[in-house]
Nanobody
Framework: QVQLVESGGGLVQPGGSLGLSCAAS????????MGWYRQAPGKQRELVAI??????VYADPVKGRFTISRDNAKNTVYLQMNSLKPEDTAVYYC?????????????WGQGTQVTVSS
């Protein structure tokens, strides 16, 4: 089992910045990809950004504003969010995909609230 714990959410004004962290623990081997998703009230959970050995993928609404990074030594993935907009308001979830031979497991954190408002 893998446990993911997010931190860094909060309230910020439009145009402000916020940084999120996600620390992985447990059976943390063979995790090629980690990322961030978000879910606003009444909406489906959507991709924000993913990082893997091949590079990074960003959703169109956050390109140029958000940056994902990963520290393998600390088993931590980060999301730096700049120029925040009210439409960025959502619960942000950390995600990890683990591969063990033929098995593929997906893990989620508990989520952290990000609110962008004046």
């Amino acid at each position: 089992q893998v446990q993911l714990v997010e931190s860094g959410g909060g309230l910020v004004q439009p145009g402000g910045s916020l940084g999120l962290s996600c620390a992985a623990s447990g059976s943390i081997f063979s995790i090629p990809a980690m990322g961030w998703y978000r879910q606003a009230p009444g909406k489906q959970r959507e991709l924000v950004a993913i990082t893997n050995p091949g590079g990074t993928v960003y959703a169109d609404p956050v390109k140029g504003r958000f940056t994902i990074s990963r520290d393998n030594a600390k088993n931590t993935v980060y999301l730096q969010m700049n120029s925040l907009k009210p439409e960025d308001t959502a619960v942000y979830y950390c995600n990890a995909v683990q591969v063990k031979g033929p098995l593929r497991n997906t893990y989620w954190g508990q989520g952290t609230q990000v609110t962008v408002s004046s």
